[in-house]
């Protein structure tokens, strides 16, 4: 809890193309709006405790006449366990928002198939790019990745979450840009020596933009 009060000083350096913090996305907004309700829900429970210790140096003796179990039972109990039960609910409630619902109008699918050092992915079409991945802006895209040789993990911070590439698995998450524009993309989970290499582009096009990127790329190959 100490850290996330002593953190806040620092937010204005939580920027840049690999930011969490500057959604660019519905999924990446949800994200971000879960990491400000935890902190503050977080505060208010460092601020209470801070408030009761302050009391105690400045006013000796000022809960003498509280039973002990009542401190338990409202300041050990009720109190953080409201807190904590809101942020539970508000955090379930949100994650269901990120789920890939495969009946989703307009939806657009591409597989990303991550291996030791790189990204390619893969179109409905048939089409494949390396390391940059072509996506509609506006519209809801699942990503499906591929397991291959070892486990990576594919994330974009300012479209949405990340989620594990597992040999043998397909695993899938859903993205959406609000706005045409370039976004970083990194392999988040250590995969070996070239780990810091597995980066992509993810490029966000106008629908006929989209097009004409992709009529670019040959079938199986860049």
Excluded at 176 to 204: I, W
Aim: charged share 15%; with cysteine.
């Amino acid at each position: 809890m100490w850290s996330a009060a002593a953190s806040l000083p620092l937010l204005s350096a939580c920027s840049g193309p690999l930011s969490t913090l500057e959604p660019a996305g519905p999924a990446a907004a949800s994200t971000a709006l879960l990491w400000w309700v935890m902190l503050v829900g977080a505060t208010a429970i460092f601020v209470f405790v801070l408030a009761l210790v302050g009391l105690a140096f400045l006013k000796p003796g000022i809960g003498r006449d509280v039973p002990p179990k009542r401190w338990l039972v409202w300041g050990g109990l009720a109190f953080p366990g409201v807190v904590l039960s809101a942020l539970l609910v508000f955090a379930l409630l949100t994650g269901e928002r990120l789920l890939a619902h495969p009946d989703t109008p307009g939806l657009f699918t591409v597989e990303a198939h991550p291996r030791q050092w790189d990204w390619r992915f893969r179109y409905e079409d048939g089409r494949e790019s390396a390391n940059v991945l072509h996506l509609p802006a506006g519209r809801p895209v699942d990503i499906r990745v591929v397991g291959s040789d070892v486990i990576h993990a594919f994330w974009v911070p300012r479209l949405g979450g990340k989620i594990d590439a597992i040999p043998g698995h397909v695993n899938t998450i859903r993205l959406q840009a609000d706005r045409p524009g370039t976004y970083g993309g990194v392999c988040a989970e250590f995969c070996g020596v070239g780990h810091l290499d597995m980066q992509f582009r993810v490029v966000a096009h106008e629908p006929a933009d989209l097009e004409a990127a992709l009529a670019t790329l040959e079938l199986g190959g860049q």
